[in-house]
């Protein structure tokens, strides 16, 4: 199959961040996703695959891309590069996230040559940014398929009109779309599971592409997700992580008085084993769900509860809408109610024009804090952001001698996270087998990381284990019969 690079672009439906900035008041429909008969056997006989960069909402959405390709005919494929067809899910967070794409995109180059009738398809969050169409169209001739985050379940059109027209189908919306249910999913795990509860974000912090590339926040009917989770119950599954960019805020767009703390009542008396959530918002994190968090016995002692600076002026640039203090008291609250949470959070160094006073401020913060897990970050610079624009960058040297910085004082806590724990009985999810021979691993309530030696035939259940020694980034224990 021959495509050409057409420079007329009215025939496709280009990104534009002006508009995804937009908030529209307008209600968001829910639909039901229905495949139309003359796409059911388009990939018969044919192979896939998905590559997932990003967050868990990108998995989840990947989950939903093979769900789709595998209702159309197609198998998945033993390799990842050499396919009919291959979906690159991509992430545009930092510039690191998008530059491993670029490169994921010179590599197939190659197996296109190799396989001339493949098709590649790129979505997720990057193809929302003009200026990576752009890109896309003047340099990377070899992609077929360009969508975006708001009409995955056009798929089966998008490779249809590919096939049909012989040329590239370009179609990434701005403004988001309806909620779509019931879209087919081929989930990755087979005892955890994703579980979207709302899309899109609405805080639109400084420094953030997010709220571009994903929408407006719009929460999926309760009824939805509870039964859901219930079908998720009877195929055996034990752990479900809710997902939402804020989950804090699910409900609020619905404007019936139901929250996320009513969720997660709601949730605990569906029968699964284990409620996880993220990512919460500081802000929006009300005593609703610290007292639900207390109370349900299926919703796990760990909140990720990304902080981002320390200082209350890097906080306020950030447009975080909180204060040091105000974490810090949060943080008391939840300590208080779920004696023994663990926290995790993410850190940025580097902000625009943060001073060395304010990223000790950080540091003091951590040291104060004692986190369980941080995920830290460099600033990048996105375009079309606020903070894109902003000056005083720091030079390379700084940043990275913060980063280095940081990392030093959130490890040092790592191993004293994971001490308390040492001599007591967990409960652990078996996961997988371990990088040891003979132990297999998995998550605590916690979400410590328990190796211990066990039989794979584990896998999949929940079993008490007693930790012997704590590590910095894990623990080991035994099995208690
Ligand atoms: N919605 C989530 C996380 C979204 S992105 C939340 O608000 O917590 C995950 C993390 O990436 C963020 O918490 C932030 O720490 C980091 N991040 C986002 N944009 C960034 C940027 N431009 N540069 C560096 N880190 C960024
Ligand atoms: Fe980005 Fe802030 Fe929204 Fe998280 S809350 S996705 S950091 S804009
Ligand atoms: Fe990345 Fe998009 Fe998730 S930018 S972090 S894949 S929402």
Redesign the pocket.
């Known amino acids: 199959m021959k495509k050409k690079l057409d420079k007329n672009l009215e025939k496709y439906f280009m990104p534009d961040l002006k508009k995804a900035r937009k908030r529209i008041e307008k209600e968001i429909e829910t639909v039901r996703y229905n495949l139309e008969n003359k796409y059911e056997n388009i990939g018969n006989g044919k192979t896939y695959s998905v590559l997932t960069y990003g967050?868990q909402g990108n998995e989840a959405d990947s989950e939903i891309i093979s769900g789709i390709l595998e209702s159309l005919g197609y198998e998945k494929g033993t390799t990842t590069d050499e396919n009919d067809v291959v979906i690159i899910n991509t992430c545009a967070?930092?510039e690191n996230a998008e530059n491993k794409i670029w490169g994921v995109l010179g590599r197939l180059k190659q197996a296109k040559r190799n396989n001339p009738d493949m098709i590649i398809g790129i979505c997720g969050c990057m193809p929302q940014e003009e200026n990576v169409v752009n890109t896309l169209l003047e340099k990377y001739h070899q992609i077929d398929i360009v969508f975006g985050t708001h009409n995955i379940n056009n798929l089966p059109r998008i490779i249809y009109d590919t096939y049909m027209s012989k040329d590239k189908v370009i179609e990434v919306l701005s403004t988001e779309g309806k909620i779509v249910e019931n879209m087919p999913k081929k989930r990755a795990n087979k005892h955890r599971a994703w579980v979207n509860i709302m899309y899109g974000?609405d805080?639109f912090?400084t420094?953030?592409?997010?709220p571009y590339t994903r929408g407006k926040e719009r929460s999926r009917d309760k009824d939805d997700v509870i039964n859901e989770v219930k079908s998720l119950v009877s195929e055996g599954y034990v752990e479900v992580t809710l997902l939402?960019?804020?989950v804090n805020a699910y409900g609020k767009d619905l404007d019936n008085g139901y929250t996320f703390g009513d969720l997660l009542v709601d949730l605990d008396k569906t029968g699964i084993k284990r409620i996880r959530y993220?990512?919460?918002?500081p802000r929006d994190l009300d005593d609703k769900t610290i007292q639900a968090m207390a109370t349900c016995k299926s919703v796990m002692p760990h909140i990720?509860l990304?902080v981002?600076s320390g200082n209350d002026e890097v906080l306020k640039r950030m447009n975080r809408k909180y204060t040091k203090d105000e974490y810090l008291v949060l943080i008391e609250k939840l300590k208080k109610a779920i004696p023994g949470i663990a926290i995790t959070t993410?850190?940025?160094v580097a902000f625009p024009g943060e001073t060395q006073e304010q990223f000790q401020d950080t540091l003091e913060l951590v040291d104060e804090v004692k986190f369980d897990g941080a995920?830290t970050?460099?600033?990048?610079?996105?375009e079309g952001?606020p903070?894109s624009k902003y000056e005083n960058l720091l030079t390379e040297e700084e940043k990275h001698a913060r980063l280095n910085e940081l990392v030093e004082h959130t490890n040092r806590f790592y191993k004293e996270g994971n001490e308390r724990f040492v001599g007591k009985v967990v409960e652990v999810l078996v996961d997988e087998e371990a990088k040891e021979p003979g132990m297999v691993c998995g998550y605590s309530e916690h979400f410590k990381l328990v190796n211990f030696v066990g039989d794979k035939s584990l896998i999949g259940s929940l079993v008490k284990v007693r930790i012997t020694e704590a590590k910095t980034w894990f623990v080991k224990g035994e099995l208690v019969e």
């Open positions: 967050c967070v930092r974000c805080e912090c420094y953030c592409i997010v939402g960019q804020n993220t990512t919460s918002h990720h990304p981002q993410d850190i940025i995920f970050f460099i600033y990048s610079p996105r952001t903070a």
